[in-house]
């Protein structure tokens, strides 16, 4: 499976930026797990992890992340334009290596390229939602929690199923 970095990150980027760290806004829809928010640029679609709360019938406002830098950080570090294989789908979001190693990543930023899965990948319950699919051995319980805290045989591990799979990026289409 391949994805690419939509070549509007930076527009999404500061409308996210815009929100600021911390503010509350409310929410004006839901479509798919996506919040849509009304705001100076429009109606904007936002990913619900970018937000402290879940939105509930009886309250829909939100909260932007306190360490929404941090997030906006992790999304620049792909590259507008960048090819990338996924290593896996978690909860509705793309785990792709970056510049960090393995991390997840909202699939609005991206456009599909590939949406055919490796044969080696399995699913558990619908990776859309709150499932996994993925690389048996990356999608093991504890297993990115192991490499994420340097346990080497979790690295040594990673390391041995990526040998075959491109790592990002594939290519790039920005100039």
């Known amino acids: 499976m391949i994805v690419q970095v939509k070549s509007n990150l930076n527009s999404e980027l500061d409308q996210l930026r815009a929100l600021g760290p911390g503010s509350h806004h409310e929410v004006v829809g839901v479509e ?6 009304a705001g100076e640029c429009g109606s904007v679609l936002f990913d619900p992890d970018l937000f402290e709360n879940d939105v509930e019938d009886s309250r829909p406002i939100v909260q932007v992340k ?12 792909l590259g507008r334009g960048n090819c990338y294989s996924v290593l896996a789908i978690e909860s509705g979001h793309f ?27 399995v699913a558990q319950g619908d990776p859309w939602r709150d499932g996994v699919a ?34 990002g990026p594939i290519r790039s289409d920005a100039n």
């Open 66 to 77: 306190t360490n929404l830098d941090w997030e906006l950080a992790k999304l620049q570090e």
């Open 95 to 121: 785990r792709i290596h970056g510049d960090g190693g393995p991390c997840l990543y909202p699939p609005l930023l991206f456009t599909m390229e590939d949406e055919t899965w490796p044969q080696a990948w």
């Open 134 to 167: 993925g690389w048996p051995e990356l999608i093991a319980p504890g297993f990115m929690e192991s490499w994420h805290d340097g346990d080497a045989d979790a690295i040594a591990v990673y390391q041995r199923v990526l040998k075959g799979v491109p790592l």
């Open 32 to 37: 798919g797990r996506l919040y849509r928010l």
